[in-house]
């Protein structure tokens, strides 16, 4: 089991950035594939982005390609997202995953994958 608390959420204008950090704890960090998610309201929870245990694959939706950078320190046992140029359609609570025990070595984007979840945070950009 990974214990994860992310923090970093906010409002911010459109066109600004925000970076949104996870604190892993449990199991050996550098063993977990680690993703972020997000759930707008009405809407159902997306994939945003993962990275792979070393931190050489790094996977992105569509949609924040190119605007959102994920990232991970393993002697910190954290995993940042670094999200810029904001925009409205970016509202939404943002999750921290992990995938403990990985099947393969590429982040999966499926939420199912993911057993260990945080308490979210919010993210709120005015347009």
């Known amino acids: 089991q990974v214990q994860l608390v992310e923090s970093g959420g906010g409002l911010v204008q459109a066109g600004g950035s925000l970076r949104l950090s996870c604190a892993a704890s449990?199991?050996?960090?550098?063993?977990?594939?680690m993703g972020w998610f997000r759930q707008a309201p009405g809407k159902e929870r997306e994939f945003v982005a993962g990275?792979?245990?070393?931190?050489?694959?790094?996977v992105y939706s569509d949609a924040v390609k190119g605007r959102f950078t994920i990232s991970r320190d393993n002697a910190k046992s954290t995993v940042d997202l670094q999200m810029n140029s904001l925009k409205a359609e970016d509202t939404a609570v943002y999750y921290c995953?992990?995938?403990?025990?990985?099947?393969?070595?590429?982040?999966?984007?499926?939420?199912?994958?993911?057993?260990?979840w945080g308490q979210g945070t919010q993210v709120t950009v005015s347009s």
């Open positions: 995953a992990a995938d403990p025990y990985p099947r393969r070595f590429i982040p999966a984007t499926s939420q199912g994958e993911y057993t260990n």
């Open positions: 990275i792979s245990r070393g931190g050489a694959n790094r």
């Open positions: 449990g199991r050996t960090f550098g063993a977990v594939i």
